[in-house]
């Protein structure tokens, strides 16, 4: 079995005055730093906060075209 090695970086940011904080989690695989599956909406220091965009990084990186499909219970 092949192993993969997935590392969550998290960061923050904190402007001089302290009136505004940023935040958010950089994903890697292998020690790659990804990009965002839609890097024209947010940069990658966003990617790893959300399962679905992590997991479509991580895919594509693979070389798997994703598709998502949302099932609820009514």
């Known amino acids: 079995m092949k192993k993969l ?17 940023s935040y958010g989690t950089y994903i890697s695989l292998n020690d790659e730093r990804l990009e965002h599956p ?5 940069d990658n220091s ?3 906060m959300d399962v679905e965009q992590s997991l479509e990084a991580v ?6 075209e994703v598709e ?3 099932k609820y219970e009514e």
């Not at 090695?5 to 904190?14: G, L, M, P, S, V």
């Open 59 to 64: 895919l594509k990186k693979l070389g798997y």
């Open 38 to 42: 839609n890097p024209e909406v947010l």
């Open 5 to 21: 090695k997935i590392t969550f970086e998290d960061w923050d940011y904190e402007c001089g005055d302290g009136c505004c904080t």
């Open 68 to 70: 998502f499909e949302h």
């Open 46 to 48: 966003y990617v790893g």
